[in-house]
């Protein structure tokens, strides 16, 4: 297998995109990685896109074939990856396994969605597809309503506090606020969405006990990154950042058959898998993307990827541990809380930050001396897991 | 002017119950003070809502026009029984929100336009107004319309509200929707909050003067335009 580097990033500001169409969005972020690179008029073998919901959100399928067409890339080989909000995660992967088996030489992954086109309630019950049909999906169950759940059981076994949930969104705003990228760039304050009389409207509860800024917003946008052998990388201009290890597991598709509810099985074994492939520890990590979809997802990822133990995540993130400056600074780029959550660039975008951080490219939110970073996309409610090590060489 | 003819056009005045100023902590931790305006703060109150004609999203051109309209009626006395509440933050104008007296029971809502958005501004600014016909006004129902799929999850979904069959809203449009006192005692405890009696430096720094952001602030306040500039 063939060690594979990422030579190129580029994303779109995330938010609302009223004006561009997916592929529009997708064709902007693939262009800027193109110009990153430098890639120039050297033919792209491969595209690999992640999206989740282009059928439902947008009525359009095929869409990595569409980006082909839309970039003049013919005739390369195109997939669209869908793996719920794991999409972009896959696509990377799929781009890294083309590129290590020496099939492919320079592959483009993107990953995007355009979910503001339907109202949010509409947007809410697309994602609820990735739900089980006849046991979860009937009752009712939503991502919210399963992160509400899990959240309860988090509390009372391991004592998170919604104090400890507000500190993660308080964070992530502050992070996306240096990101020009992010969808949500305002400050907000434990006074505000917590502790004041009024927060119950500014932040009113969703799904008890999580509120409404313990989730990440409905957001249109898209990333991508350009692939190829490492010994190609030095033709190109920028630091190589190669791909040190990846791991993907899956768990139960419903909650209830979960040994122990609050056990992220599958974030686990792609961490351990991905560690494992990158011969690193934890502990050598300088940066993580992690998927906060909702703000206990940050702190229990955190445990299960092996960063802190079981129970800890919340003392960590109490010591400031997880702050830019902090010992392992996790979402400097806001997250998916303040940079957005457009599923399928999720994956994608978290990646491309962590090569902007490994590369010292990453502006007022670099994290100083970065070289080793995690990323972790978590599809479901954790029933599909990826994730990356990315290391500067 | 012919003051005859002028007479017959100016709606007699029915005085008003005033609205008492009340502070609301918003999520960034800023103090928003909401509070009635009179008639001579129209003119400052127009500057923040024409650049938001020429924004068709979320319907905020035709909100914005009508609120214009509205407001420029009552300044020039072409709107009976009519009031305004607005939210400043620091003095800036963060939201205005109006409507009149249709009788003495019945409160007619106009319009709600948040010029900073994402904070429930808006929300909040509605509940103050739901508050006004109620509990100061004295008022049974207000009768509530929507021109934007936000309106319309905000007040009548998020509030419940009652359709009324077979009548029609001033503001024309679609079917309406009234607000009861039953309604609003059941939505009242996690939708309308705020603080009284306003602090003096507070109330005196919001009185001294409506700030109104410039025009392109006002267009990226309402689009996100600053960060289209990376595309």
Known sequence: MRKVAIIGVGMIPFGRRDEDSLVDMLAYAALNAMDDAGLGERPIDAVYVGNMGAGLFNHQSAVASAL??????????????????????????????????????????????????????????????MTHPQAEYIYGATLPTMAGLFTRLYMKEYGVTSEHLARVAIKNHRNGLLNPYAHI?????????????HAIVNNPIVADPIRLYDCCPVSDGAAACLLC???????????????????????????????????????????QQAFETAQLKPKDIDVAELHDAFTILEIAESEHAGFFKKGEGAKALDEGQTEIGGKLPINPSGGLKARGHPLGATGVAQVVELVWQLRGEAGERQVKGAEKGFSLNFGGFGNNVVSFVLRRE | MDM?????????????????AKVITLATGRRMVVREVDRKDVPALLKAVRPTLKIPRDYYDIVGARLFAELLGWYRYRVRDHYCIVG????????????????????????TLAIERGLRIGAHLFAAKMEHHLEYLGQEEVWITAESPIGFRRWMIEYGLELKEGMQHELGG?????????IWNRAKPRLCVGDRPVAKELMAKAQAEIKIADEDAIMEQILGAKRRQLK
């Open chain 2, 174 to 182: 679609a079917g309406f929707y009234a607000l009861t006192k039953d």
């Open chain 2, 4 to 20: 005859e003819i002028e007479a017959l056009l100016r709606p007699p005045a029915r005085t008003m119950a005033p609205y008492p």
């Open chain 2, 88 to 111: 400043q933050v620091d003095g800036y104008l963060v939201g205005i929100v109006n409507g009149r007296m249709y009788t003495g029971e019945i409160g007619m809502s106009y319009h």
């Open chain 1, 185 to 197: 760039h305002a400050l907000i304050t434990m006074e505000g969405i917590l502790t004041s009389p």
């Open chain 1, 229 to 271: 052998p490492a010994e190609m990388a030095r033709e190109f201009g920028k630091p190589a950042i190669v791909v040190a290890g990846f791991g993907q597991a899956t768990d139960t598709h419903t909650l209830q058959e979960r040994e122990d509810p609050t056990d992220l099985k599958a974030v686990r074994i792609a961490a």
């Open chain 1, 68 to 129: 082909v067409d839309r970039l003049n890339l013919l005739p390369a080989a195109a997939d669209t990856v869908e793996n719920g909000p794991a999409s972009g995660g896959s696509a990377i992967k799929n781009g890294v396994l083309a590129v290590a088996s020496g099939h492919f030489d320079l592959v483009l992954v993107a990953g995007g969605e355009k979910m503001r086109e339907v109202i949010g309630p509409r947007a809410t019950d697309i994602v609820a597809t």
